[in-house]
């Protein structure tokens, strides 16, 4: 396990996460990822703890991994289920929360359809005055923090499987596709590609693309074409997040590629014409990856709607998907986060 220091109480998100963090979940979920791979896979390391699943919108390979993730620690779990729960009878999240810490519950995996939950959760532990940590996992439109992760341990193991870290990703063109606007994923691993120093490249109609951005470009440059630049702060000497309005800038010379759901109610809310022609025009496909560096590797957090985002044949290929790779790497990277938020409760 990595010696370095871990003072983080919560995991809520990755805005605020130093260098010395992210290289201390890569490593420690490296250590995890040679556990997984022996024989007996479990280790006593939470042995006592209790992990609480408080899932309040439905999820299968979060659930699943986080759920895997804590037995491998051999840490006992409580998963909740909303749709069969006191909330139906009028109980609150917060109370939901008290009734688990009554239980003696340890760490706190939360995940909400509306964005703060697990925020406000941990601030009612901290008022509480006791030692629960609140991991988030996937609020509204707001973060993924492990998704981000494990995106992240993904890449930097395909390039050092030995040492990943995060200095592994400087300058590397990293592509990210789809609906942006809605998605919790993007966000996250906008801040963690941007902190390895990564040359950030989002592409989508321009429907989804996050007007935050959008304004900020407006009101801070001159340009007036479909492509547009920011940095990544005021000091930055070179730029290091990229808009598009067209896929084709986006794919040029890309080292990875991240295709995002697309939620077939963005069909209702009239932001596509289609999605034979969100595939046309923004589906990743061989013929498209043509444009990329020869060695491009694509990722998808899924689930995945095959043939809108990427073509079925494209999702299966071995030498240019890591989305299996992606699902087997969510387990030692959620093990790594248990472990450090777990570890300090010893």
């Not at 509306?114 to 439109?141: C, F, K, T, Y």
């Not at 963005?266 to 923004?282: D, I, K, N, V």
Request: net charge neutral; aromatic share 6%.
């Amino acid at each position: 396990m990595p010696t370095t220091t871990w003072n983080r109480h919560h995991v809520l998100s990755l805005s605020d996460f130093t260098s010395a963090e992210y290289d201390t979940v890569l490593q420690t979920a490296a250590s995890f990822q040679e556990v997984l791979s022996r024989r007996t896979k479990k280790v006593p390391t939470l042995q006592g703890h209790v992990v609480a699943n408080l899932f309040f919108e439905p999820s299968t390979r979060t659930r699943s991994s986080f759920e895997l993730a804590a037995k491998r620690l051999s840490a006992d779990t409580l998963n909740f289920a909303a749709a069969t729960s006191s909330m139906t009878k009028g109980e609150t999240i917060l109370d939901t929360a008290k009734t688990y810490l009554a239980m003696g519950t340890d760490i706190m995996v939360v995940r909400h359809r509306e964005a703060g939950v697990p925020n406000a959760i941990a601030a009612e532990m901290d008022r509480l005055g006791v030692r629960v940590s609140v991991l988030n996992a996937g609020d509204g439109q707001h973060e993924h923090p492990s998704q981000a992760l494990l995106d992240l341990f993904t890449i930097c193991t395909l390039i050092d499987s030995n040492h990943p870290r995060l200095e592994l990703l400087k300058n590397k063109k990293i592509a990210i596709v789809g609906d942006i606007l809605h998605s919790r994923v993007a966000r996250s691993n906008i801040w963690s590609f941007i902190a390895s120093g990564a040359q950030v490249h989002l592409a989508a109609p321009p429907t989804l693309l996050p007007k935050l951005f959008a304004e900020y470009i407006l009101e801070h440059s001159e340009l007036t074409t479909e492509e547009f630049i920011i940095s990544s702060s005021p000091s930055s000497p070179t730029p290091q997040l990229f808009l598009h309005w067209q896929l084709e800038p986006a794919l040029q010379d890309a080292d990875f590629v991240m295709t995002l759901r697309l939620q077939k109610e963005r069909m209702t809310a009239h932001l596509l014409p289609s999605l034979r022609e969100y595939h046309q025009l923004f589906g990743i496909t061989r013929t498209k990856l043509q444009l990329c560096k020869s060695n491009v590797k694509v990722l998808h957090p899924g689930p995945v709607n095959r043939g809108v985002e990427i073509s079925s044949e494209l999702m299966d290929d071995p030498e240019f998907s890591l989305i299996q790779s992606q699902v087997t790497s969510g387990v030692a990277v959620r093990m790594a986060l248990l472990y450090l938020l777990g570890s300090g409760k010893s």
